[in-house]
C-alpha cells in the first residue's frame, strides 16, 4: 500500500492505495471525482486528461503515488463556482459534446492547449493537437469549432486584463 | 419560432453536468456494499470446454464467488435470443444455435463469456480470474463468412448445418434476371463492406443488485432501450418477472447501435447478485469492448445492374453474404434482410430488384445494427455500382443519377418500401454547388503539378427511418412492436414533465423534446423536463435507434401534447366563461381570442389539481399518456460529396472538402441535427480510410486496442460542409424524418469513390489504409 497526498482542486486530500492504483482510478474512487472517465486501457483515448501540476496528463498513464504531492485540476475543479471556465462555455456554446463521455478530457486538454499557445490556435493546430483524445460522436468538428472561440475569448479576456494592470 | 421553439438552436439543457464532471455513467455508480465482477473469457475462437477448476480461484483474497455456465443453467437462466424470424426462401425458419450467457460445453469465439468472478475490488477479481483453470479441446476455427458455407468447414452450432443461418430472398428474381439478360449494359462488381467496431467511447457496464428483502432487482446498465432490456430479460432470460426487475439506463456514452442488444454480462450481474448476495459491478476493459460488443457491416456481395440504351436502369441483381458472427444477437437476422435489400432501390426507379441473402456463422464477435444498420450497406452497394457504371458508360456520375432519380411520389419500389416524399435533384444540386464541383478539374490538373492525384466522388443515399409501423414490422418477422410513448405531465405550479420512452445517450433529447412543449404551450424551456432511461419512472417504451427518436418518439410527445392542450382548454373556458373553441395558449398565458381575457399557464395547471371548480364530470389533472405507432417508415436522404487528396509517394489520403447535402424533412434544432451529421460522415469517413476489425485465420482478434484499430482523429478529418433542404415527412405530425444515421450511411461510398477516381481504379478495399493505397498504385505501373 502507499501513502497518497494531493491537492485536487484547491483541497488537501491524503488516503492509501494499492501500489498499483493509476491516478485515474484514485480520483474517481477513492475521491469520488467520477468527472474523470476511463475509456480504454492503452492511454489513447484521452478522457482521463486531468491537470498535474499545470500540464495535461493522462491519469490512467501515472500512478496514484506517483502523482502524490501534485496538484491536480480535474473538471469538477475548473469552473469558477457557478461562472463556466470559457473553455467549458464554448463547448456548450457550440455544441463541443454530444454523449458527455469524452468531454472532460476533451475540456483539460483544450485548456492546456490554449494555455500552451498564447499567440492563438488554428484549426490545424488544434486537430494535430488533438491527436491523443478520442471522440466518437462529433466529428470533432463542434470540438474544433469550440476550442478555437475559447482561444480566443481567452486572449481577449487576458489583453483585458493586461490593460488593467496597466 | 421562438428562441426556444421548434427551429431554433437551442444550447443543449443538458451540457451543464456534461461539461462540469457531472454526468452519471453506470461506472459512477456506487451502492452499498457493491463488489466487482471480471469474466473469463475464451482464449480460443472455437474449442470444447474440458473442465473448468475455479478451487485455486475461489481462496483468493477477497474473493466472493466464482460462478460457471453450469451454475446458471441449473438457476433456469434462459440462453440469449434473437427477436427478428426471418424464414429462408424454402420456408424454413432461421436456424438459431443456442448462446448461453456463460458458456458450458463449448466456446465459439475469441471473449466468449466462461466464468465470472466476483470479488472486493476489480483488482482482485481480475487476480482471481487469471486463476481459473479451464481445459479446453481445440476446434478448427472459420472467420470468413465465404469459407464458413463451404462443405467440410467448421461446424459452429449443431442447429445451423454448413453454419448457414437463413438463405432469403426479396424481389423478383424472373424479371431482374430478363432485365439483365435485354440489358444493353451491365455492370458487374464484387463489393466488399469491411467489419467494423461501434466504439461508443463509454464501454459497457452493468451493475445488478439484487434486493432479497423486497425480492426484487435493479439493473443499472448502458442501454439504449432500458425497457426492451426488461422485457427480454425477464420473458427470456427468466431473470425475474418484469414487475420485480428495474432497468435504469443513466447517463450513457454513445450507442451506435452497439448498445441495442442484451448482453451476457447484464443478465450474469443480476443473476450473480442473487447468488453472492452483493450488489454486482461490471465494467468492460476497451479490449474486452472490442472482443465483446456487437461489430457491425462484413457483408461480401457480388452484383450486377442492368441498363437500356439511354443509360436506364433496368435492373438490379444482389447476391449477399452476411457475416453473423458466432451467435445470433438480439436483431442480427434483421440488418442484412429488412433494413438492408428493402433499400437497394436507392434514390433509383429500378423496375426490377432480386437480392439474395445468406447469413452465416462464424468464430468471430456477433454482428448486430451498427450506425445505420443495413442501409450503409444497401448504399455502398448502389452508389459503388453508379460509379463504376458512369465510368464505364461514360457519362458524368452526376447525369446518370439524375436520369434515374424517382422524380414523382409516392414511390413504390419493388423491394416493399413506399417512399413518401422527396427531392432527390435539390440534394444533388446544393451539394455540386457547395463542393464547387464545376471547378474541381482545374484543381485535379494544379494538384497534378504538384504532383498529387485529386479526386472526387459523391453519393446520393436513401435511408428509412422512423421504426416502424408495428404490424408492417409483426408481418415481417419482428418480435416486438415499433411504436413509442410519452406521457405529459403538467404539475400543479405549471412546469412539465415529459416521460419518453426514447433513451438519450448523446442525441440531446432533453433540449430538442423539450422545445415541442415550449413551443406548444409558450413556457420557458428550464421549466420542461424530460425524463427517461428508467422502467420504474416511464411507462413502457422503445428506446432509441434507427433514427425513431424524432419520428416516432417526438410524435408521442406530440400526441399526449394534443390531449393536454384540449384538457387545459376546457378548463380555461370554463373558468373565463369562453367557448372552448375561442382559447389560445401563447407566451405562457391561456387566452380567449379577441378579448383580453386571460389566464397564467399555471393558474391552468392548479386549478386542474385544486379541482374546485372543474367543467362537470372532468377529472382533476393534467397529465396524459400517448402511445404512438407510425403509419409508415420515414425516407431521410441527400447527396454527399467527397474531395480527396492522394500522395502518392506515401499513399496518405487528405480529405480536401467533404460535402453533406441532406433532407431531414422538419428540423427542430438544427445545431443538433447538424452535429449528428458531423458525427455519422466521420464515422463513415473512419470506415472507408481507417477502420477495419480483422481477425487472423486462427480467430484471434488482431485489432482489439485503440494501438490497432484506427479510430478517426481530430487531424484526419477536415470540417465539413453540411446544409439541409425540406420536404417535410407527411407520414408524422412533425413532418420529421431523422437524422442519426445519414452520415454514416452516406460517405463511405463518397470517400471510396473520389479514391478511386483518384488513382483511376475500379475499386479499392475498405479501409482505404495508405497501405492499400500505395500497393494499388504500384499494383497498376507493374
Redesign the interface.
Known amino acids: 500500500m502507499s501513502d497518497v497526498s494531493l491537492t485536487v482542486n484547491g483541497k488537501r486530500v491524503s488516503g492509501s492505495a494499492e501500489d498499483r492504483t493509476l491516478l485515474v482510478h484514485f480520483l474517481r474512487e477513492h475521491l469520488g471525482l467520477t468527472g474523470t472517465h476511463v475509456g480504454c486501457d492503452t492511454s489513447q483515448c484521452g478522457a482521463c486528461v486531468v491537470h498535474v501540476d499545470g500540464k495535461a496528463v493522462k491519469s490512467c498513464t501515472m500512478l496514484a503515488a506517483q502523482a502524490s504531492g501534485s496538484t491536480i485540476v480535474t473538471i469538477e475543479g475548473l469552473a469558477n463556482g457557478a461562472e463556466l471556465h470559457p473553455v467549458q462555455a464554448a463547448f456548450k456554446e457550440h455544441h463541443g459534446l454530444q454523449c458527455g463521455f469524452c468531454t472532460p478530457g476533451m475540456i483539460m486538454t483544450a485548456t492546456d492547449m490554449i494555455a500552451r499557445h498564447p499567440e492563438g490556435l488554428d484549426e490545424a493546430t488544434v486537430r494535430a493537437e488533438l491527436e491523443g483524445n478520442i471522440c466518437r460522436c462529433t466529428g470533432y468538428h463542434n470540438i474544433v469549432k469550440a476550442i478555437l472561440a475559447a482561444s480566443e475569448t481567452m486572449a481577449k479576456g487576458a489583453k483585458g486584463k493586461a490593460k488593467q494592470a496597466a | 419560432m421562438g428562441i426556444e421553439g421548434v427551429g431554433a438552436r437551442v ?2 439543457k ?12 453506470v ?2 455508480m ?1 451502492v452499498p456494499g457493491m463488489k466487482h465482477a471480471v469474466f473469463v473469457r475464451s482464449p480460443h475462437a472455437h474449442a470444447q470446454i474440458k473442465k473448468i477448476d475455479v478451487r485455486q480461484a475461489q481462496a483468493m483474497p477477497g474473493v466472493i464467488g466464482v460462478l460457471t455456465g453450469k451454475e446458471l443453467k441449473a438457476d433456469g437462466i434462459g440462453n440469449l435470443i434473437c427477436g427478428w424470424m426471418i424464414h429462408s426462401k424454402d420456408g424454413t425458419p432461421m436456424k438459431m444455435g443456442a448462446w448461453s450467457p456463460l458458456a458450458v460445453d463449448k466456446v465459439r469465439y475469441v471473449g466468449d463469456a466462461v466464468v465470472v468472478v466476483v470479488a472486493d ?1 476489480k ?1 482482485q477479481a481480475r487476480d482471481a480470474a487469471e486463476a481459473v483453470e479451464i481445459t479446453y479441446k481445440e476446434l478448427k476455427a472459420v472467420v470468413d463468412a465465404t469459407k464458413a458455407i463451404q462443405p467440410g468447414a467448421p461446424q459452429i452450432h449443431a442447429e445451423a448445418e454448413n453454419n448457414l443461418i437463413f438463405d432469403w430472398e426479396l424481389g423478383d428474381g424472373k424479371a431482374t434476371d430478363a432485365a439483365i439478360k435485354s440489358a444493353a449494359h451491365v455492370t458487374r462488381m464484387k463489393i466488399v463492406n469491411n467489419r467494423l467496431v461501434p ?5 459497457r457496464a452493468a451493475l445488478g443488485h439484487y434486493d432479497k428483502a423486497e425480492d426484487h432487482y435493479t439493473c443499472w446498465t448502458t442501454s439504449q432501450n432500458p425497457h426492451v432490456a426488461r422485457l427480454v430479460m425477464s420473458a427470456f432470460y427468466n431473470v425475474a418477472p418484469e414487475n420485480k426487475l428495474r432497468v435504469i439506463a443513466p ?4 450507442g ?1 447501435g452497439s448498445k441495442i442488444y442484451i448482453y451476457p454480462e447484464e443478465i450474469v450481474c443480476l443473476w450473480a447478485s442473487k447468488k453472492t448476495g452483493v450488489p454486482v459491478k461490471w ?1 468492460a ?3 474486452e469492448s472490442f472482443l465483446s460488443d456487437a461489430h457491425g457491416r462484413d457483408h461480401v456481395s457480388t452484383v450486377e445492374m442492368a441498363f437500356d440504351k439511354d443509360n436506364r436502369i433496368t435492373g438490379l441483381k444482389v447476391d449477399t453474404i452476411a457475416n453473423l458472427g458466432a451467435y445470433m444477437s438480439l436483431f442480427s437476422s434483421c440488418v442484412p434482410t429488412y433494413l438492408y435489400a428493402t433499400l437497394l432501390s436507392g434514390q433509383y426507379n429500378i423496375p426490377a430488384i432480386h437480392a439474395n441473402v445468406r447469413a452465416v456463422y462464424t468464430n468471430t464477435a456477433p454482428v448486430d445494427a451498427y450506425r445505420g444498420a443495413g442501409r450503409p450497406e444497401a448504399t455502398y452497394v448502389l452508389e459503388r455500382m453508379m460509379e463504376t457504371a458512369a465510368r464505364e458508360l461514360g457519362v458524368s456520375p452526376a447525369e446518370l443519377r439524375r436520369r434515374n432519380f424517382i422524380t414523382s411520389f409516392p414511390h413504390q419500389t419493388p423491394v416493399i418500401m413506399a417512399y413518401d416524399a422527396g427531392d432527390y435533384n435539390a440534394s444533388l444540386e446544393a451539394a455540386m454547388k457547395a463542393a464547387d464541383y464545376a471547378g474541381f478539374t482545374k484543381r485535379r490538373a494544379d494538384a497534378a503539378k504538384q504532383g498529387k492525384l485529386r479526386g472526387i466522388g459523391m453519393s446520393c443515399y436513401i435511408e428509412a427511418c422512423g421504426l416502424a409501423p408495428s404490424s408492417a414490422v409483426g408481418s415481417l418477422g419482428a418480435g416486438v412492436g415499433l411504436w413509442e410513448s410519452a406521457e405529459v405531465r403538467v404539475n400543479a405550479v405549471g412546469t412539465i414533465e415529459v416521460l419518453t420512452g426514447s433513451h438519450s ?4 433529447h432533453e433540449t430538442t423534446f423539450a422545445q415541442l412543449v415550449t413551443q406548444r404551450f409558450g413556457v420557458p424551456i428550464d421549466s420542461v423536463s424530460i425524463v427517461h432511461g428508467d422502467t420504474d419512472k416511464v411507462q413502457m417504451g422503445m428506446g432509441t435507434y434507427g433514427s425513431r427518436s424524432g419520428a416516432v418518439g417526438m410524435s408521442a410527445i406530440v400526441k399526449a401534447l394534443d390531449k393536454v392542450e384540449a384538457k387545459a382548454k376546457k378548463i380555461a373556458a370554463h373558468l373565463l366563461e369562453a367557448d372552448e373553441g375561442d382559447i389560445v395558449i401563447e407566451n405562457g398565458e391561456v387566452k380567449v381570442a379577441g378579448t383580453d381575457k386571460s389566464l397564467p399557464w399555471f393558474q391552468v395547471a392548479l386549478a386542474s389539481y385544486t379541482a374546485h371548480n372543474l367543467p362537470a364530470g372532468m377529472e382533476p389533472g393534467l397529465k396524459e399518456t400517448a402511445f404512438y405507432d407510425p403509419s409508415n417508415f420515414t425516407f431521410p436522404a441527400g447527396c454527399y460529396i467527397c474531395e480527396v487528396e492522394i500522395d502518392p509517394e506515401t499513399g496518405l489520403t487528405e480529405i480536401i472538402q467533404f460535402v453533406a447535402a441532406d433532407d431531414f424533412g422538419n428540423i427542430i434544432n438544427p ?2 441535427v ?2 449528428q451529421v ?6 463513415g469517413v473512419g470506415q472507408a480510410l481507417l477502420e477495419g476489425a480483422h481477425y487472423d485465420a486462427s480467430g484471434q482478434l488482431l485489432t482489439a ?3 490497432d484499430y484506427t ?5 484526419d ?1 477536415p ?2 460542409k453540411v446544409s439541409t433542404s425540406n420536404t417535410p415527412c407527411p407520414g408524422n405530425p412533425l413532418g420529421v424524418k431523422g437524422c442519426g444515421e445519414a ?1 454514416a450511411i452516406g460517405s463511405p461510398p463518397a470517400v471510396i469513390n473520389a479514391i478511386t477516381d483518384a488513382l483511376g481504379v475500379v475499386d479499392i478495399a475498405m479501409p482505404a489504409s495508405p497501405a492499400t493505397v500505395w500497393a494499388t498504385i504500384h499494383a497498376k505501373k507493374h
Not at chain 2, 505 to 508: A, K, P, R, W
Not at chain 2, 678 to 683: K, L, P, R, T, V
Not at chain 2, 711 to 715: D, F, K, L, T, W
Request: charged share 25%; net charge negative; aromatic share 8%.
Open positions: 444550447a443543449r443538458e451540457d451543464k453536468r456534461f461539461i462540469t464532471g457531472g454526468g452519471r455513467y461506472d459512477d456506487v475490488t483488482g466504439n461508443a467511447m463509454e464501454p447517463d450513457v456514452g454513445g451506435f465494467v476493459d476497451r479490449t445517450h448523446g442525441q440531446g445545431m443538433i447538424e452535429g458531423h458525427g455519422g460522415i466521420a464515422q486496442s485503440y494501438m479510430m478517426p482523429r481530430a487531424g478529418l470540417s465539413f452520415g
